[in-house]
Structure formats: C-alpha cells, structure tokens
C-alpha cells in the first residue's frame, strides 16, 4: 500500500491570532498555547497582559506575574483588605524595581529607578486603603503610558485622611489619558498661576472623568481646571462625605456651570449617590419679588417658584390642555447647561428634580438613555428636602408618565416610580375596542387625559411600574395597551407594579412584541405569574424570549407546576427568574 503524506496546515498570520486571542478566556487560551510554538509565542502575551491582585491572591500567582511582568497591560489593585502581595512585590511587578536593603536604621525612601522589564500599562486600577502601598503616589505617577486610571481612595474602616494626587500632576504626567476617575477624601486645590489654568493651553485628550462630589467645595480656581477638558463626553460625579442638604445652592450650580461651560461635548452625565446639581436652570423671572427681597443678603441666591405640576385633578380637557402648556412653556424657557446630552444616569432619585426630568424631555433633542435607579426607599419617600430647598419638586409617577409623553427618542428607561392608573387614562378610556361605551367608576372622575407615549417607536428597554385602583379588566387592559404599541421593546420589567399578568386582562395585547422582547425580569411585583392559559400562551408566542420574572419563591410547589407546563424542548431556552427565599 502506497504511503500518502499529509501536508501541515498554512501558519496563521500573527494579526489573525492576536485578533481571536485577545477574546479567549484564560482557560481557552491555555489550551491554545499547546497547539504550536506559534501559537505559544503569540498567546503568552495575551495570558498575562490582565492582572489582578486581592486579598485571597494566591502567592504562586504573583510569582508567575513577577516572572512575566513586561506582558501586563491592565492590572487592577484591591487593597480593601491586607494583600498577600507586599509592596515590594508591586514595585517589581509594575516597575522592576528592587527596594534596597536599609544600612543602619535608616527607613528613608531612595529614589525610584525603573527598570528595562517594567510593564507599559495602559490601564490601572487602585481600590482600597492607600496605607498599604506606602509610595502608591511614585508608582502611578511612573505610569507615562496610561490610557484609562481609576483611584479609590476611600477609608472604609474609619479614621484620617490621605494625601490625594493632584489632578494636574497626573494630567500632565499622562498625555495618552482618555479614562480617569479619582475618588478620595479631598482633592488638592490649584493656585491661580497653576498651567492647568493657562486659558491658551491645548486641552487634554481626556474622554471620561469620574469624580467625587468634594470636588464641589473646592475653592474656585479648582472648577476653572475643566477649561482643559474640552473633549470630554462622559462625566460620573460620586457623593462623598459632605451631606448634601449642607450645601449651598451657589457650590451646587458651580459643577453645572463649569461643565457647560469648559465641556460643551458633554454627551453622558451619570450621577451616583446623593449628588446635589441640576441639569437646567431657570430665569430669575420665574422668583417673586418677595423671595428676592429676602435673599438678597444671603450667598444663595432666590429658588425659582414654580407652578404646581400638573398635580390637579380636572375634569375640563381645555383645562388640562391649558395647564399643561402653561407648563411647557416654562420648561421651554430654561437654561440648558448640556444640549448634547444622550444619557442620565441617576442611582439616587430623590436628588433628581422633576423640573430636570420634564425639561429633559421638552428640550434634550438626542436624549436616548435615562436611568433612574435608586430603591423603593428614596423614590417613594415622602420628601426630598434639598430639592424642596431650592424650589423645585421630586419626581412623582405622574412625571415619569408625561415624561414618556413627551420624550421621542428614547430607547432606554428605568424608573423605580409606579404610574398611577389615573395618570395613563387616555381621553377615550371609557370606549372598548369593541365599541362598547363604559361609565368612569367612583374614583377615577379626577383622571387626567393622558396622550400615547411619544416613544413608542424607539424604545428598546422599559423598567417601571403601575399602580392599579382595581382588579378590573378593563383597567389593566388600558395599560397592556399602551406597552403593546412599543414594537421594538427588547426588554420589559414591570415593578414596582399590581398589574394582573393574565390574557383575560390584557397580556394578549402584547401579541405584536413577539419578533422583539428578549426579557422578562418581572411581569408584576404584587401578583405571581401562574396562569396556566397565559403561561403557555407566552411560551407559544414569544420564541426569542430567554429570561421570564414570575414573583414565585425559589423552590415553591408554583415553580414546580410552571416547570411541569413548559414543554422539554423549550425548558433550555428560557429561564426563569425567581425570588430567593429568605434565610
């Protein structure tokens, strides 16, 4: 028989494979670097180019890391607790440098002297406590290639202060920088003849920057230091340790003046805690004389008065219409700090004005993405005493609903916020599909004529809740109505909400959804998705769908009946979400 030889297959370029192992797991790419010496020379740098240190790293891992120290790119630092790695570990790691022995009893610190292995980090993370990398400050400051840094400086266990970078010396250190976010105790403030504030120097290439709200309190000159952030798109501005309600209105519009007026490409503002600055501003004509009367003295200046938002109950659509663009027309007459703005993300609802949120929708033409997160805690609690401070009101359901009215090219909304049966009320209400005219209950005589959502067309991602008078079909229809017009709804939650989740109430009007929702977290937070018709209902008709909320406990006979339902060739496609008991 004949030998036949078999040809070794062609060698990939170097580009392919760097291209497909830059996305493989480590494990993965552990089997890759067995397959050929190509593939081991172009994989190796891709296995320790990510790098993270924490309390349970094992020590052989960062011996592994010290030995190939020139591959890491990213590394990430949690010093929350005490490392395993000592400092004289990081100093080898990050610069290849040996600390020298002491001579005699001399603990002072010798100048850092880089060596020929040191990594070229691109990214840098640092969380933690500072007092366990006594020379954290020589060590970033090395970093010259840095693309993305982010420092936490934050003392967890209580006591003291530590020393912050300055924000010039790391700017200027760190031209590549496009990514920084610095979180610490205080922040070191510039003197008047500091460069940063040379009002001809070239701006910095810095993209997003993620700050604490001390920043705030900062004498003046610190603010002016964004007149060099030109070109950022993306702010993240974090509470810190000084309570909001303590400061002024003047140090809370100084953020929003500096940013409009140094970073006109602001596109994303995210705000994470308790921090007090608003999106828009009003003229001082909207103050009565007697509030500037009696604030003339003081360093704050006078809260504008505004009328009641639409929190009335009529029963004359003229009325309502009128009011409503009475309304409309102040928003429209706002100052606005950022008219690029396509996402707001906001974590503490309370601190976010409902003046903000109406004038977003009437004036924010690219807005896209609004998130407001928070808990059921601070967006149902009953006041919000720095906005009433400064005139202005909390949001309400009621202002998320002529929100959704109003905004036209929103594709992703959250709300903690429940809308009120009365405030989505179209003018038609009463009319059935079928033509069948109903009368108004006792109870909903006050309803306000409520217009189809304005995003109907755009909106991808929906996370809110509705509050039901009743368990009347019709009621509940109404509102399965108006999320069944949202065609191109990829993800939909429905809490906190009492809606009833069954066909005999309306989820047959989500029929047109079914080429599009992908999930869903939560059907309803107060009624547990366990009816046998709607259940198989939706598993017929939504075949995209993967994730499905029930509100059933974890390990409850309901799971198991639904387990039973669903048919053995769909139970791997969709899972279901369950509550998890408490231990």
């Known amino acids: 028989m004949e030998s036949t030889s078999t040809r070794a297959p062609r060698p990939l370029p170097s580009e392919l494979l760097g291209s497909i192992f830059q996305y493989l797991l480590p494990s993965d790419l552990l089997c890759c670097l067995v397959v050929s010496r190509e593939w081991h020379t172009e994989g190796v740098p891709f296995l320790y180019s990510h790098a993270t240190f924490r309390a349970d790293t094992p020590p052989s891992v960062i011996e592994i890391y010290k030995s190939n120290k020139h591959y890491i790119r990213y590394l990430a630092l949690d010093v929350s607790e005490s490392l395993t790695v000592s400092e004289e570990d990081i100093l080898d790691i990050l610069l290849d440098y040996q600390i020298p022995k002491p001579v005699g009893d001399s603990n002072t610190h010798t ?54 970078l300055s924000l010039g010396r ?46 705030i309190t900062c004498p003046e000159p610190m603010l002016r230091f964004f007149r060099r952030l030109g070109n950022l798109v993306s702010v993240k501005v974090h509470s810190g340790y000084i309570r909001p309600e303590y400061m002024s209105n003047r140090r809370s519009e100084a953020i929003s003046q500096a940013l409009s007026k140094f970073c006109p490409k602001l596109q994303k503002i995210e705000r994470v805690g308790e921090v007090p600055f608003h999106l828009y501003s009003f003229p001082s004509s909207l103050t009565t004389t007697e509030t500037t009367e009696a604030t003339e003295t003081t360093e704050t200046p006078p809260a504008p008065i505004f009328m009641p938002l639409v929190r009335y109950h009529t029963n004359d659509r003229e009325e309502h219409l009128f009011i409503e663009e009475q309304l409309r027309g102040q928003f429209e007459e706002a100052f606005e700090y950022f008219p690029n703005l396509t996402t707001v993300i906001i974590t503490v609802s309370d601190t976010f004005s409902a003046e903000d949120l109406r004038c977003l929708a009437v004036r924010a033409k690219h807005l896209t993405h609004v998130d407001l997160a928070g808990s059921y805690r601070s967006a149902w609690r009953s006041t919000a005493p720095m906005l009433l401070r400064n005139g202005r009101h909390r949001v309400t359901g009621l202002d998320v ?19 009120h049966f009365k405030e989505i009320l179209p003018p038609d209400a009463a009319i059935l599909s079928n033509g069948t005219v109903l009368g108004l209950e006792n109870g909903l005589e006050g309803s306000r004529f409520a217009k189809p959502w304005a995003c109907e067309g755009t909106l991808e991602v929906l996370k809110v809740g509705f509050e039901m008078v009743s368990a009347t079909p019709w009621h509940h229809r109404i509102v399965f109505a108006q999320l069944g017009r949202c065609r191109r709804l990829k993800s939909l939650a429905l809490s906190p909400s009492s809606l009833i989740p069954t ?21 309803s937070s107060a009624i547990v998705f366990d009816d046998k018709e709607t259940v198989l209902w939706v598993l017929d008709k939504f075949k995209k769908l993967t994730k499905m909320g029930t509100n059933a406990y974890e390990g409850s006979s309901i799971q198991e009946q639904m387990m039973e339902w669903v048919p053995p060739e769909q139970r791997d496609r969709l899972e279901f979400i369950l509550r998890p008991r408490v231990r």
């Open 111 to 164: 100048a850092i002297e880089l060596g020929l292995r040191r990594p070229a980090l691109r990214s840098f993370s640092f969380s933690g406590r500072p007092d366990y990398i006594a020379r954290l400050d020589d060590i970033v400051l090395n970093f010259t290639s840095l693309t993305c840094l982010s420092l936490n400086y934050r003392v967890y266990y209580g006591g003291g202060t530590t020393n912050p």
């Open 170 to 215: 790391i700017l200027e250190t760190m031209p590549q920088l496009i990514d920084l976010s610095i979180l610490v105790n205080s922040y070191e403030s510039l003197t008047p003849d500091s460069p940063l504030l040379e009002p001809n120097a070239p701006l910095y290439r810095l993209r997003t920057f993620g700050f604490g709200v001390e920043l």
């Open 401 to 419: 609903q002529v929100f959704l009215e109003t905004c036209p090219r929103l594709k992703v909304f959250r709300t903690f916020h429940s809308i």
């Open 503 to 523: 066909l005999k109430h309306g989820m047959d009007l989500l029929e047109g959804l079914q080429e599009t929702l992908e999930e869903v977290p939560l059907w």
